[in-house]
């Protein structure tokens, strides 16, 4: 055997790994992040997780207090979850979902209508929070036209101000979001909008008492007005997350219900955010008992392991897409990725560790111990609100608590809050002056006093005039 001489050798070789200053580099220069002023972006490069910490390239061990985004639901590595999707690549890794299937996606459908509120009978899969949206849209548009008693007049959405429903075209018109969705509004279609239902930053003359029946009121009298143009109304049930994390005052989502079928206008519920255990139930729909036409899942779907996305659709909906092919009934829409086997398998195992670990019932435990602290934050001399859904916590920094004055939002109170914490090693992502607590289900009690410490630091800091 002659030597192979590697300087001759032109076979591809494995790359020289780079070092990690090239890395930073490309990092800052290569990458376009999301949501991301690039100019000043300062990289944070993730190399492993355990649990729910993650560990930087440097080896510092972070808690990953946001749920890398709000869709890590049992940690990083669980083993159930590692296992099975090594499984599933051992048989194949993708395979179409137009016109064929695979037996780990059919059984993931079959397992979502089981736990979904009831007459969710159907699952179409797409890839992201904001796919689910656009196909749940297009749905409601097309089954109006093709069901028994057709009436195509009924085109047009209604959404809640302040609305986040992802970043495509049709998430970006429901979406309220004025940051985000101004500048697009010439590529937008028109929306009807009621003000968001909140508990805090109450409008003039309306008290916690009485803001249900306020914003139910604004509801009815836009549906009364528009209801024979609407298709659906799209809501994210009980919080807004993108929003601020706003929360509704209790009994509006079935309110909203009741009156989408009063005025016969297709409810689509977004539990993008709050699905899978965030709100303390496995979807914040059944904490008011609420069945939505339209359910559109994605973030903890998978636990957080990789991009799926699911639209469940009632019987009536999808019994107005049924005919023969020349009839062109069916549903226009797909995504080559939809479906995707290794996905699945990460949901269904996701779903197997929900019922092994009796997730939920170890909820209440840790949202009490998250009331706790944020109790006690609230007392702090610039926080104006510290509210909280299940795991969800959200306390917002303003400049003077009389008032509710927020701060001016160039100061970026929030973001400071948050890098402080990031150098006690928590992981947090602000929404404007609004800091955001989301963290794993998984997260254990001593994880979550380690998080409030890291935030009460940040806000004493970065609250009281410091810069
Ligand atoms: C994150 C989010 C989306 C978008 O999901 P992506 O996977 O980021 O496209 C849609 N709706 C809600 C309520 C969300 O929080």
């Not at 309306?206 to 604004?218: D, G």
């Not at 998978?302 to 639209?311: D, E, H, I, S």
């Not at 800091?435 to 289900?441: F, G, N, R, S, T």
């Amino acid at each position: 055997m002659p030597s192979r001489d590697a300087s001759t050798d032109d076979t591809p070789g494995p790359r020289q790994a780079p070092a990690r200053p090239e890395l930073e580099r490309w990092d800052r220069e290569v990458v376009w992040h999301a949501f991301t002023q690039m100019a000043e972006y300062e990289p944070l490069l993730i190399e492993r997780g355990q649990g729910c910490r993650v560990f930087d390239i440097d080896g510092h061990e972070y808690i990953d207090a946001v749920s890398s985004l709000w869709c890590n639901v049992h940690g990083h590595r669980h083993a159930h979850i590692d296992a099975a999707i090594v499984n599933q690549l051992s048989r194949v890794a993708h395979t179409t979902s137009l016109g064929a299937s695979n037996s780990t996606t059919v059984r993931l459908a079959k397992r979502l209508t089981e736990i979904a509120p009831a007459g969710l009978n159907h699952v179409f899969f797409s890839d992201d929070g904001a796919t689910a949206v656009e196909v749940a849209l297009k749905m409601a548009f097309q089954y109006w036209r093709q069901r028994p008693d057709p009436r195509p007049q009924k085109t047009s959405f209604l959404a809640l101000g302040e609305a986040y429903h992802g970043d495509t075209l049709g998430g970006v018109s429901v979406g309220g979001v004025a940051k985000f969705h101004d500048l697009f509004a010439p590529l937008l279609f028109d929306v009807k909008r009621v003000p968001p239902p909140r508990s805090y930053r109450l409008p003039h003359g309306v008290t916690v008492e009485t803001a249900l029946n306020h914003y139910l009121n604004q509801l009815e009298a836009v549906l009364a007005e528009h209801h024979e143009q609407l298709a659906a109304m799209v809501i994210e049930p009980l919080v807004q997350g993108a929003a601020g994390m706003l929360m509704h005052p209790a009994g509006y989502l079935r309110g909203a219900r009741e009156l989408c079928r009063r005025y016969d206008v297709l409810m689509i519920a977004d539990e993008v955010a709050v699905g899978f255990g965030r709100t303390g139930r496995m979807f914040a729909c059944e904490q008011e008992d609420v069945s939505p036409d339209l359910l559109c899942l994605a973030k903890g779907l998978t636990g957080g392991y990789l991009p799926m996305a699911a639209t469940l659709a009632t019987d009536a909906i999808w019994q107005a897409f049924l005919g023969r092919y020349d009839e062109g009934r069916q549903f226009f829409h797909g995504h080559t990725y939809g479906g995707n086997p290794l996905a699945a398998a990460a949901a269904l195992a996701s779903l197997d560790v929900f019922e092994s670990e009796r997730v939920l019932e170890q909820l209440p435990a840790k949202t009490a111990r998250l009331r706790e602290h944020l109790t006690r934050l609230a007392e702090l001399p610039h926080v104006g609100d510290a509210r909280q859904c299940g795991l969800i916590g959200a306390v917002e920094l303003v400049a003077e608590r009389e008032s509710q004055r927020p701060f001016d939002w160039r100061e970026r109170r929030g973001w400071q809050v948050c890098q402080h914490a990031r150098r006690r090693g928590v992981l947090l992502r602000p929404l404007g002056d609004v800091v955001v607590i989301m963290p794993p289900l998984a997260i254990t009690l001593a994880e979550l006093d380690q998080i409030a410490e890291a935030v009460e630091g940040g806000l004493k800091f970065h609250g009281s005039g410091c810069r």
